[in-house]
């Protein structure tokens, strides 16, 4: 079963409009961390945000935020005022606290979101 | 500080070739990950080395290796390259303890002919 599902293939948005982008996560242990990277088309992956699961508050990072649900186990990114150079790939990723069977504790990702926005 | 550094940016071999391929940390971080992206597959976890030791391991063949060097640098291998393994290949380092980001390299862009 996938761990980080990302539902939105592609998606489009206006320059200068807000977009959010979607990840769900399934865990069982109560300690993860949550991260969002931007792939733009040259390839190197960037970091942009990190949410930890005892956080209070949700995370911001400049034009970025995360919606934050635990309970629901979403997180999502929130890019406020879309740039032309916003358009990338998306990734969201999961690290779990637990080490699991195989006695990792990697990194799971999900399988991308493309943005392209508009002019 | 620098970031991470990957050489060789691009690469062409042809079946049956190995390859070695190289990844430079950020300066005091001492976890290496090394992941491979094709469109069809997503980003896949290779391995992750940590102090000299590898420490994580996903499901690929024995002919992917790696190792890591005193220095936190380094090294993945394949060998009897197939066509299949024409991919992205991406290192990303990080401290290692907790809940760090990682952060990655412009990869290596490696085409099997």
């Known amino acids: 079963a996938q761990k980080i599902t990302q539902t939105q293939p592609g998606m489009f948005v206006q320059e200068k409009e807000a977009v959010t982008l979607d990840c769900t996560y399934d865990?069982?242990?109560?300690?993860?961390?949550l991260f969002w990277y931007k792939q733009p088309s040259s390839g190197e992956m960037i970091f942009l945000i990190y949410?930890?699961?005892?956080d209070q508050q949700n995370a911001t990072e400049g034009r970025y935020s995360l919606n934050f649900q635990k309970a629901r186990k979403s997180a999502n990114l929130v890019i406020s005022a879309s740039q032309l150079g916003d358009s990338a790939m998306y990734f969201c990723?999961?690290?779990?606290?637990?080490?699991?069977?195989?006695?990792?504790?990697?990194?799971?990702w999900g399988l991308g979101t493309s943005l392209a926005v508009n002019p | 500080k620098a970031g991470v550094t990957q050489t060789p940016r691009y690469l062409i071999k042809t079946r049956g070739q190995q390859v070695t391929l190289s990844c430079s940390p950020i300066s005091g971080h001492r976890s290496v990950s090394w992941y491979q992206q094709t469109p069809g597959q997503g980003l896949q976890f290779l391995f992750e080395y940590f102090s000299e030791t590898q420490r994580n391991k996903g499901n690929f063949p024995g002919r992917f290796s790696g190792r890591q060097f005193s220095n936190s640098r380094s090294e993945m291998n394949v060998s009897t390259l197939e066509l299949g393994d024409s991919a992205l290949y991406l290192c990303?380092?990080?401290?290692?303890?907790?809940?760090?980001?990682?952060?990655f390299g412009d990869g290596t862009r490696l085409s099997i002919l």
């Open positions: 949410q930890g699961s005892y």
């Open positions: 990303a380092s990080s401290q290692g303890e907790g809940n760090q980001p990682q952060h």
């Open positions: 990723a999961m690290r779990e606290a637990t080490i699991d069977a195989g006695n990792n504790r990697k990194l799971i």
């Open positions: 865990t069982s242990d109560p300690s993860y961390g």
